[in-house]
């Protein structure tokens, strides 16, 4: 029994042993393991203890150095006689005597005071009564208290006197004591500043912080860790003490204290325990922290315009990708769904290319161009031969090609045709072997080798108008004459020839019925349909089966959906829902590199797949990534948002249509103004902002500039011509005199800015002044000519001034120098602040910079 | 000065005996606390041997005790409200000083006595305890078998995460399977039991898992079972001792 017990014991003793070890285990853990952002904090004060301190030591060696000390030596040697003065024994007898004596005089002065204020009250009722009864008594007791009040106030006035004299003897004893003490504490006011500042940086003690916005429910304490994210200086390179990269940009528009950090950077805000728990890169938490450009993805979630937002590069790349590729054609994308389709109309295709070169371009678009925007279907030739035959067998019953050699080319024509060609600016849009193409927005198609592939008659008829084969095109109409554009045919035909193709169809052959049946079926797979408009099949999306967010097919809805998956929250698709198919085990399981595989090799998943191959590069991947990955289905409170242009127009009832008006649409829908030109929030950045061009520029160079639109400019930036006069292929007139009327009178009704002043402000007192030297100082002064040029001199940052004088209204250059950044956030030319009279002076001198 | 106080009526008002090993305090040590009440007269010594009782039962208190405690402080830091639930947990994790401890304490221990109650009742009828005068005792015991059981589920809820909703869509769907009472049950139609009429819409206040399930979970899991709970835990303890305390090998 005894040994029982002793075994016992020790089983007791080892449990409590065993117990109290584990209480100092949890104590351990949740005091230290789970609180790291403890010891990142004391790392943090230190480096900035230590940072602080540098600062006190240089501040002090500057200090000592300036001769301060000596300075404040003395001070302190002055302040010490004035000191030791007023502590004398006789001094201080006499300063108490004085004191004494204003304290007597403030009693009275009180007293005085008080007795004023009542005799003051009695005086207005007495007035009052007297108004209302009008008795002679009431008068009588006006006009006494009347005297007692003058009383009252001579003899406050001689206690005024007498203390101000008790005053000045007071000063004189204590001297200038106060005046150098105030000195001395100024002296070391920055020393003092720092000082304190190490202080309080020493009483700091390690917290979570964190960043609360209630309503909706979010609680980021990223800055428990990052302590220097929002710090004006540098103090670590290492994580987590960096500073948050550009905030001028981000945080500064994004105030961290309103928006916290998840908002758009994801992660778990409200994790503290560990590194990879605050951002998320834990099993089941779906939001893992973005970095990098790829956190421009969270912009998506408020702003309605991604292109062009500063600091959102990344994505506007991607949704310029997604445009130039037309997703949208398949795909359900939210804010693409009211573009058109890319591609051209085929209706006729079978009369406007060659059978062997559309069978070649099916197979591999980039055997023909390139950078060609058509992507591949992976088509094997018998099934690019029948869809061709179908196309075909729209407008005729064979295969057939044409064939230019040398012989069949009239080359005087051809030359008069390059003329045309240059001067029609078809390489603004165009690239031709690998030149041109500057305007990198419109997409026109590469023209190498169109001689090969397209019909003298079929392009003699496109570019006579554009818009009888394909009425959306960008294409504008030039108004050549049919010898005219049998040259610019010629030439094109001639000059841009693939040397390499070989036409398999130069004797027609007959089209098979069976393989068109076919190629329709195939085109109804694979959704040509989603970028050409194609006969019969202009309702094809309707039928497309509707594939909502959870992946599942729902059968027999009848939908409006598009071919491809519905994108508008792939952000959010669970990531169980996404299918890795093949690809399982070989790419990381998460939602980014999901959507970069698809879009890298999109049939990798399964075979059966239909989407096709764009041949994006990695970083071309990464920015359409980013976008898809912004759509998501959360919601950010209003106060968040920044509308789309479109909603703003929508909310205020306008739309593109009604941008353009008039004559002037339907000179804009013929030439295509706003293929370059922007106003508003249509058109291009490729040529000047039309927005406020009635009141910016002079009618009279508006007039001469378009019937001659030759300005110094590169090339490819001057604006093309749309007519010519045949005499010996010189250039008579670009518009016609009426069309330029029609463009002055949109000018003056749409495109001014109630903002700029017809004039400029009369000066005063300035007869004697000549305005325009004065400008012509100033803009000397102020070093304007580091960027613009007059003449020979200056630089080439902003435009040109020369003759600024024939091209601008003043009332414009004098709005602009106030704020360069009024009509352009983006521009770079900064506020130098000028007044009102240098603005005037400057706009003088600038409009008297003319031509002639 | 300490006779003066053991004198006085305050301290004989709390301590109503001595300490001399007396026959007459012994039986005073009994009568004069609640908790001696429950627990039986006399205690065989063979019924103390591990082997034959596991101390399954004490061990079920012992996990209720510490399931009370750590759920009456997890209460201070949780509102049952589908905007705050969840991220109330994670702060319990990572805010809360010792809150990942508490938590894990209160699950580990809930997971723990559903266990421990089950084995409990293995041994009880392996033992043969159920019998004659017992079979009262073992309505209770299965009664609060039962109490456990729903102790769990509906505590299982309150965190408010994907694991605990769809947990309780599934249980209450099987609710709704029931015969007569569910509207997915046989006779229903029969019945006019509806979606909005029947049991799982009692469980939930709702037809759907949503505010109401949570708050109803929460009444249920933090008031209303624990206190039956306790209740008959005191019924069990007195009918042990009633019945000749614990069974032993020979009885």
């Known amino acids: 029994m005894k040994q029982k017990s002793s075994y016992t014991s020790l089983l007791f003793a080892f449990l409590s042993l065993l117990l109290l070890g584990l209480t100092f285990w949890v104590i351990w853990k949740d005091e230290v393991q789970l609180r790291p952002w403890k010891s990142y904090q004391q790392e943090y004060k230190e480096l900035k203890g230590k940072k602080l301190q540098e600062e006190y030591d240089r501040a002090k060696k500057e200090f000592d150095s300036n001769g301060n000390a000596q300075k404040l030596e003395s001070l302190q040697a002055k302040l010490k006689a004035e000191e030791d003065f007023f502590n004398s024994r006789e001094v201080q007898e006499k300063y108490k005597k004085l004191t004494g004596q204003l304290d007597v005089i403030g009693s009275s002065l009180a007293q005085n005071q008080k007795k004023l204020q009542e005799t003051r009250g009695r005086f207005l009722e007495a007035e009052y009564l007297y108004i209302r009864d009008q008795k002679e008594h009431d008068k009588k007791v006006m006009q006494q208290l009347q005297g007692e009040i003058e009383e009252l106030k001579k003899s406050r006035d001689a206690l005024l006197e007498r203390k101000k004299g008790i005053e000045e003897n007071i000063d004189e004893l204590t001297g200038e004591a106060e005046a150098i003490r105030a000195e001395i504490m100024s002296l070391h006011k920055g020393l003092d500043e720092k000082l304190a500042a190490i202080k309080g940086n020493k009483r700091t003690s390690p917290e979570i912080r964190q960043i609360h916005i209630s309503d909706v429910g979010k609680a980021d304490r990223c800055i428990s860790c990052h302590a220097g994210i929002e710090s004006s200086y540098k103090l670590s390179e290492k994580q987590p003490f960096t500073r948050h990269p550009a905030s001028f940009i981000f945080l500064e528009n994004h105030p961290v204290s309103e928006y916290g950090c998840t908002f758009c950077h994801q992660g778990q805000g409200r994790a503290t325990t560990s590194p990879n728990k605050a951002h998320g890169w834990v099993d089941h938490w779906t939001e893992p922290m973005l970095r990098g450009s790829m956190t421009q993805s969270s912009c998506i979630s408020c702003h309605g315009d991604i292109e062009g937002l500063r600091g959102a590069e990344f994505i506007s790349k991607g949704s310029k990708l997604i445009k130039k590729y037309g997703c949208y054609g398949c795909h359900m994308i939210p804010g693409y769904e009211e573009l058109r389709e890319i591609g051209p109309v085929l209706a006729e295709a079978g009369t406007k290319v060659n059978y062997s070169w559309a069978v070649n371009w099916l197979q591999d678009p980039k055997t023909y161009y390139e950078a060609a925007r058509m992507p591949k279907f992976f088509f094997s030739k018998g099934e690019a031969e029948s869809i061709t035959d179908y196309l075909f067998s729209m407008t005729g019953t064979t295969r057939h090609d044409t064939l230019y050699t040398d012989d069949d080319i009239d080359w005087d024509l051809a030359e008069k045709g390059k003329a045309i060609w240059r001067q029609s600016r078809c390489n603004i849009c165009h690239t031709t072997n690998g030149k041109g193409g500057n305007h990198t927005e419109i997409h026109a198609p590469d023209l190498t080798k169109v001689g090969s592939k397209v019909t003298k008659e079929w392009l003699f008829n496109w570019i006579r108008d554009p818009k009888k084969y394909f009425p959306e095109t960008k294409m504008p109409r030039y108004r050549f004459n049919d010898q005219e554009l049998a040259a610019l045919v010629e030439y094109v035909v001639s000059e841009f020839q693939d040397w390499d193709f070989e036409p398999e169809y130069e004797e027609a052959v007959p089209i098979k019925a069976e393989s068109i049946e076919k190629g329709k079926a195939l085109v109804e797979k694979y959704g040509c349909f989603g970028c050409h408009k194609l006969k019969g099949m202009e309702e094809m999306q309707d039928i497309a089966p509707q594939l909502r967010r959870a992946g599942t097919t729902i059968e027999g809805a009848v939908s409006t959906d598009k071919i491809g998956a519905e994108l508008s929250s792939i952000g959010s698709k669970p990531i169980e829902l996404l299918d890795f198919g093949k690809m399982k085990g070989k790419i990381p399981h998460e939602r980014l590199s999901y959507v970069k595989q698809k879009l890298r090799a999109p049939r990798s998943y399964r075979d059966d797949l239909r989407m096709p191959d764009y041949r994006l590069n990695e970083d071309e991947l990464g920015a359409v990534s980013s976008v898809l990955l912004g759509f998501t289905d959360v919601s950010r409170p209003v106060r968040y948002k920044v509308l789309a242009y479109r909603e703003i127009e929508r909310l205020e009832g306008e739309s593109e249509r009604h941008i353009l008006s008039g004559d002037f649409e339907k000179l804009e829908k013929d030439i295509k103004c706003l293929n370059c030109h922007k106003i508003g929030n249509h058109g291009y950045n490729y040529a000047p902002d039309l927005a406020i061009a009635g009141s910016k520029l002079q009618e009279g160079w508006v007039r001469k500039f378009l019937k001659q639109p030759d300005i110094i400019r590169p090339m490819l930036k001057q604006m093309p011509r749309f007519n010519l006069d045949k005499q010996d292929g010189m250039i008579q007139g670009n518009l016609a005199d009426s069309e330029i009327e029609t463009v002055m009178s949109f000018f003056r009704s749409d495109l001014v800015s109630d903002d700029i002043p017809v004039s400029l402000p009369e000066l005063v007192d300035n007869g004697t002044v000549d305005q325009v030297l004065e400008g012509k100082r100033l803009y000397d002064k102020k070093g304007c000519v580091a960027c613009h040029q007059i003449g020979n001199a200056g630089g080439s940052v902003g435009p040109n001034l020369s003759f600024v004088g024939d091209r601008l209204t003043a009332g414009f250059i004098f709005k602009y120098l106030e704020d360069p950044q009024r009509y352009n956030p983006e521009n770079v030319e900064p506020n130098l602040g000028f007044t009102e009279r240098e603005r005037v002076y400057l706009t003088r001198y600038l409009m008297s910079l003319k031509q002639e | ?251």
């Open chain 2, 1 to 251: 000065m300490l006779d003066r106080i053991k004198k006085s009526v305050i301290w004989k008002s709390i301590f109503r005996r001595d300490y001399k090993d007396t026959p007459r305090n012994r039986a005073l040590a009994i009568f004069g606390n609640i908790f001696m009440h429950l627990h039986p007269v006399k205690v065989r010594e063979s019924a103390l041997k591990l082997r034959f009782t596991w101390g399954m039962g004490g061990i079920s208190l012992f996990s209720f005790i510490i399931l009370t405690v750590t759920g009456f402080l997890l209460m201070f830091y949780y509102h049952p409200s589908v905007e705050k639930a969840y991220w109330d947990i994670k702060d319990l994790e990572f805010q809360v000083p010792y809150g990942i401890f508490l938590r894990n304490l209160h699950r580990w221990a809930g997971h723990f006595m559903v266990i421990v109650v089950w084995l409990h009742m293995f041994r009880v009828f392996m033992t043969g305890s159920y019998k004659s005068p017992r079979q009262f005792n073992w309505a209770i015991g299965v009664i609060l078998l039962v109490l456990t059981m729903l102790l769990s589920f509906t505590g299982y809820l309150l965190p408010w995460d994907q694991l605990g909703y769809w947990a309780i869509v599934v249980g209450t769907n099987m609710a709704a399977g029931t015969p007569l009472l569910g509207f997915e049950g046989p006779f229903s139609e029969y019945l006019g039991i509806t979606p909005y009429n029947d049991v799982r819409f009692a469980i939930l206040g709702g037809s759907t898992v949503g505010g109401n399930a949570l708050l109803r979970s929460y009444v249920w899991h933090c008031v209303v079972l624990p206190l039956v709970a306790v209740v008959l835990m005191a019924v069990h303890f007195w009918r042990v001792r009633k019945d000749g305390g614990i069974s032993g090998p020979h009885s």
